[in-house]
């Protein structure tokens, strides 16, 4: 059984790679745990074995918690890019937040459905993401200041974009949408999702505005 606590690594400045965290398949241990906040500020900690199984979501231990992500994992770390694993389903809000050097993020094979908020807010060299097929939200400033993501490719089935999602993204100038099984509904676009960014990029004729 392992357990890591919160901040149990938290500005480890001179910490570069984590190695018993990884794994050949999904799941590490039996009952493994990381909590929120885990190595956030780890500046120069660049690998890191995912995933990092069972994760604790909020303050409180969960008796059966998803495979993912918890809060703040990696906040303020030096990640460069991430290739996610399939049992991935949960990437808790603020987990890649503020990681300066992280430029290229693959979920594609991933199980996640949502994008939580600030999850990689203010990413500022992030030029490449590829979203899960069967995402459905984007969560309010999942996305915000990331200054250097120009286009992105949204999934058919997402329904819903939040609260300045993509705000500050001054790069952005292309947005679009796989047009496979796309359903009957628009796409909720909150005002203020795209502010300051430099041309309206919402999918023409499937939106509509989120009052």
């Known amino acids: 059984c392992l357990h890591l606590g919160a901040r149990v690594f938290a500005e480890c400045c001179a910490l570069e790679q984590v190695g018993i965290l990884t794994a050949r398949s999904c799941h590490l241990a039996r009952g493994a745990t990381i909590s929120p906040y885990a190595f956030e500020g780890c500046a120069r900690l660049k690998q890191i074995g995912l995933p990092l199984t069972k994760a604790i979501t909020g303050s409180q231990d969960i008796t059966s918690p998803p495979e993912g992500l918890p809060t703040g994992c990696f906040h303020s770390a030096g990640i460069q890019n991430i290739n996610f694993p399939q049992c991935t389903v949960f990437i808790g809000h603020k987990a890649f937040a503020h990681c300066q050097q992280l430029t290229t993020v693959d979920l594609s094979l991933t199980?996640?459905?949502?994008?939580?908020?600030?999850?990689?807010?203010?990413?500022?060299?992030?030029?490449?993401?590829?979203?899960?097929?069967?995402?459905?939200?984007?969560?309010?400033?999942?996305?915000?200041?990331?200054?250097?993501?120009c286009t992105i490719a949204l999934p058919p089935y997402v329904r819903s974009i939040g609260h300045r999602a993509f705000a500050e993204c001054s790069s952005l100038i292309c947005l679009t949408q796989r047009s496979d099984r796309v359903g009957q509904h628009g796409i909720q676009v909150a005002a203020n999702a795209f502010d300051g960014c430099q041309a309206p990029v919402v999918p023409g004729g499937i939106c509509c505005l989120a009052v």
């Open 111 to 149: 199980q996640v459905r949502t994008v939580q908020v600030q999850v990689f807010s203010h990413c500022r060299a992030l030029a490449q993401i590829t979203l899960p097929k069967h995402l459905t939200e984007i969560g309010a400033e999942a996305f915000e200041a990331c200054v250097s993501l």
